[in-house]
């Protein structure tokens, strides 16, 4: 099995040939995300009855073992990923230990180009990891979805119709990308993980709580406009205050000690994202008020179930974080195999909530089935 792998660590200054010169100049701003361009998983589902049984049937090949590529293939399948690892979540990392896992275990010839950025990178960096990527011509780009900027680059892609585009951490189609979609959706349903941390967090006792939000665009739309709108339905429920801290722990912190300084009342925060909860935990620390204010993680990841263990998180949402490269993994098999009719339109992934009293036994048999893959060294 022959395997290319290249990283590559960009600066944020690089120099601009003219068709990377066209890709900032897509970059300007446009507008601003709309939500009602999103169709919801259970919206999407009504929808489109058909894709039911095919998600079912998906989900269960990820889950169950692997099965070997049957299909001789004539040359490496070239696979180019970019993703904004930068950061304390450990779930970039995790799929791409995953994805490359399955495949070894498929037997795929593969080729890998990796390139990881940070959330608060100028928006050059990516343009150039995306004229990099399509430079060298792959047949399958992974990207996602988190700014004004992705949506402008996937339709650049999107209008090329190659390479075939493979949406990470995006369960929610576009209504504009419909004529056009990408290959997969895959990922874990936010605005669904959001509903089973609200579940448990807004109960009928009253909730004086402030929003720290992650960057402006889809996943503070779908994590924390979610649990605002679930929030308003319970009348012992107040939002004193928003916040949006680019996902940077530093940030949530500030906005965390500035809430408790105008709100002393403050009881409840909800975090959209790992960074935002341990950043949120540092100020609660600093004023020794973690028992005194509840706040989540979301994503389960290790660094969410190590501030669970020590009893500074409250709760999260806990995502089968492996089944994501799994997913991406499977779907590039079945193509692959010419069973692209067997591929559903959104991989979401099973979610389960966790709080700092689940029992060990119980979590340790899901941090085991979370991380099937990624654990291995």
């Given at each position: 099995?022959?395997?290319?792998?290249?990283?590559?660590?960009?600066?944020?200054?690089?120099?601009?040939?003219?068709?990377?010169?066209?890709?900032?100049?897509?970059?300007?701003?446009?507008?601003?995300?709309?939500?009602?361009?999103?169709?919801?998983?259970?919206?999407?589902?009504?929808?489109?009855?058909?894709?039911?049984?095919?998600?079912?049937?998906?989900?269960?090949?990820?889950?169950?073992?692997?099965?070997?590529?049957?299909?001789?293939?004539?040359?490496?399948?070239?696979?180019?990923?970019?993703?904004?690892?930068?950061?304390?979540?450990?779930?970039?990392?995790?799929?791409?230990?995953?994805?490359?896992?399955?495949?070894?275990?498929?037997?795929?010839?593969?080729?890998?180009?990796?390139?990881?950025?940070?959330?608060?990178?100028?928006?050059?960096?990516?343009?150039?990891q995306l004229q990099r990527s399509l430079d060298w011509k792959p047949d399958y780009l992974i990207f996602t979805l988190g700014a004004l900027i992705h949506r402008q680059l996937?339709?650049?892609?999107?209008?090329?119709?190659?390479?075939?585009?493979?949406?990470?951490?995006?369960?929610?189609?576009?209504?504009?990308?419909?004529?056009?979609?990408?290959?997969?959706?895959?990922?874990?349903?936010?605005?669904?993980?959001?509903?089973?941390?609200?579940?448990?967090?807004?109960?009928?006792?009253?909730?004086?709580?402030?929003?720290?939000?992650?960057?402006?665009?889809?996943?503070?739309?779908?994590?924390?406009?979610?649990?605002?709108?679930?929030?308003?339905?319970?009348?012992?429920?107040?939002?004193?205050?928003?916040?949006?801290?680019?996902?940077?722990?530093?940030?949530?912190?500030?906005?965390?000690?500035?809430?408790?300084?105008?709100?002393?009342?403050?009881?409840?925060?909800?975090?959209?994202?790992?960074?935002?909860?341990?950043?949120?935990?540092?100020?609660?620390?600093?004023?020794?008020?973690?028992?005194?204010?509840?706040?989540?993680?979301?994503?389960?990841?290790?660094?969410?179930?190590?501030?669970?263990?020590?009893?500074?998180?409250?709760?999260?949402?806990?995502?089968?974080?492996?089944?994501?490269?799994?997913?991406?993994?499977?779907?590039?098999?079945?193509?692959?195999?010419?069973?692209?009719?067997?591929?559903?339109?959104?991989?979401?992934?099973?979610?389960?909530?966790?709080?700092?009293?689940?029992?060990?036994?119980?979590?340790?048999?899901?941090?085991?089935?979370?991380?099937?893959?990624?654990?291995?060294?």
């Amino acid at each position: 099995m022959r395997l290319a792998r290249n990283y590559h660590l960009l600066s944020p200054r690089p120099k601009l040939g003219c068709c990377l010169a066209f890709i900032i100049f897509l970059l300007m701003p446009a507008g601003a995300f709309s939500e009602e361009n999103f169709t919801p998983l259970d919206e999407y589902l009504q929808q489109h009855p058909e894709q039911i049984s095919l998600m079912a049937d998906f989900a269960s090949v990820v889950s169950g073992p692997a099965v070997a590529l049957n299909q001789p293939q004539n040359s490496p399948v070239r696979i180019a990923i970019i993703y904004p690892a930068f950061q304390n979540s450990d779930y970039w990392h995790l799929s791409i230990k995953a994805f490359e896992a399955r495949l070894k275990e498929l037997q795929i010839t593969y080729e890998l180009m990796t390139h990881l950025s940070a959330l608060d990178d100028d928006p050059s960096v990516l343009a150039t990891q995306l004229q990099r990527s399509l430079d060298w011509k792959p047949d399958y780009l992974i990207f996602t979805l988190g700014a004004l900027i992705h949506r402008q680059l996937i339709e650049t892609i999107l209008a090329q119709k190659k390479p075939k585009l493979i949406l990470q951490n995006v369960t929610t189609p576009l209504q504009d990308w419909s004529a056009h979609p990408p290959f997969l959706y895959v990922g874990f349903d936010h605005q669904a993980g959001t509903r089973l941390l609200a579940g448990k967090m807004l109960s009928d006792s009253p909730s004086q709580y402030a929003m720290l939000y992650h960057s402006h665009g889809y996943i503070s739309q779908l994590r924390g406009d979610t649990f605002i709108r679930l929030g308003n339905d319970k009348p012992n429920t107040r939002l004193l205050g928003s916040y949006y801290t680019d996902n940077d722990p530093d940030r949530a912190r500030d906005a965390t000690l500035q809430e408790l300084d105008r709100h002393p009342q403050l009881n409840m925060l909800f975090a959209c994202s790992t960074d935002t909860a341990l950043g949120a935990i540092e100020a609660l620390r600093l004023r020794d008020k973690l028992d005194q204010v509840t706040v989540n993680g979301w994503g389960g990841g290790r660094p969410e179930l190590e501030a669970l263990g020590r009893g500074e998180l409250d709760l999260t949402v806990m995502r089968m974080n492996d089944d994501n490269g799994v997913a991406m993994a499977e779907a590039i098999k079945a193509e692959l195999e010419q069973r692209s009719d067997q591929v559903p339109q959104i991989f979401s992934g099973e979610m389960v909530l966790i709080t700092k009293d689940t029992p060990a036994v119980e979590l340790n048999a899901l941090t085991d089935k979370a991380f099937r893959y990624s654990a291995a060294e």
